[in-house]
Every structure is written in C-alpha cells, then in structure tokens.
C-alpha cells in the first residue's frame, strides 16, 4: 500500500471517529497526520504505570483503555475509560503541563488503535486549530466530571448501591447474564474482593441473582432496581 493511500485511510479513520475532524482545513488534517504516530495494541497491554512519558496526545481511533490507581495494598479504582472518538486528559496534562510522577496506570481492555498528536501539534494548534482546541478542552471537562463522580460515588455512596447500580447496568436491566468476577467487580468499585462477594452472597440468598464461576444471572431485576433507589447514604 502506498504512503498516500495509507494517509488516505488514516484520515478516512480520522473523520470518522472524530467529529472536529470535519472542521479542520486540508492543510490543518495534512499537518496532524504529520505530526503524528499510529499505534496499534493488543489487549492486555500496559500503556503507562506513570505519568510523566508520554508519547503525544492520545486520540483513540479504535478499541478502549482503562485508566486506573493501584492502593498501596494493591486495590485498584478505575477514574474513567475512555474510547473511540475519545483523548486521554492525563496525556494531555503531561505534555502541556509536564506533569511527571502521577501514579496512574493506563491499559487497553481490547485491542486499540491510537494515533499519537505530537507535543509541538498540539502547543502550536492553541492558535492555529481552533475546533481542535474545542475538542480538546471538551474531552478534559467531560473526563473530570466522571472523575469527580468516582469520588462522590466512594465517599457518599454505600458500597450495596454502587455494586447493585453494575449489576443492573450490565445485565441491561437482568435481559442477560454478566460474566466476570468477583475480583473484577471489586476493582471497579474500589473495594476488597471480600466485600463484593459477601453483597453478592447476600443477594443471593435473597433470591436476586444467582451465582456460578465466572458468571451472575440476574433472577429479579426489579428487586435489584429497588435496592438502588432505596438504599440510603451512609
């Protein structure tokens, strides 16, 4: 394949992913695609265990990363995921900001195709690429907001809440089984694996859900849905 259908293809990518893409002038998309890197990953893969040495900007144009912090007793808490026509903000504050040391780390959940937007693009597009600053600026209001989020959840709300609101959300209201476990649950909310099994348990000996390695099988959903609205804050 050619460099410029291979440039073709990526900026094809770009577009759909991407909606300020559409707004870019043929000079603004030539110059990004320049200055960047394609990146393909396989699931799995740690992406950064700190911050302080990123590459450029992460624009996402397949796949998902989780971005998460590990406690000192090796508990682990996702601040937010984020995927195609997505950025990562860390990267952004690590290459605007020069941010180093942060303890975050950041994985691909499945295979992801990132393109990485240069420390020099994205300086020097403050005041030639105005719609890619929108963009920007955006995607950063929108991943700290669901960062705050995770702190409220954890500080106010009680762990059956935040435990009963995931099962209910990945069952699509009990119309399937969800399959993980007990230790994933548990590194979604933040808390130890003994917690997430004894709500469980618990549960099910209220006939909610029914339990099996690897899987939850939602049995009364409305049962679930009362627990969220009525369980009260600690």
Partial sequence: MSIVKDKKSLLAELKASFSFAHELLPHQLELLIADSTLEEVEAGT???EK????PGLALILAGKLRVYKTSADGREITLYRIGKGRTCPLSAVCILGHLEGYLAKVVAEVDTRILWLSRDFVSNSMVKCEPFWRYLFGCMAGRLYETMEVVDNIAFIP???RLTQILVEKSNFGK????TTHEALARELG???EVVSRELKGLERLGILSLSRGRI???KAE???KIVGNVKFE
């Fill in 46 to 48: 740690v992406l950064a």
């Fill in 217 to 219: 099988t939602v049995e």
């Fill in 159 to 161: 762990i059956k809440k």
């Fill in 191 to 193: 808390t130890a694996r």
């Fill in 51 to 54: 911050i302080g040495n990123c």
């Fill in 176 to 179: 399937h089984a969800i399959y």
């Fill in 223 to 225: 049962e679930l849905e």
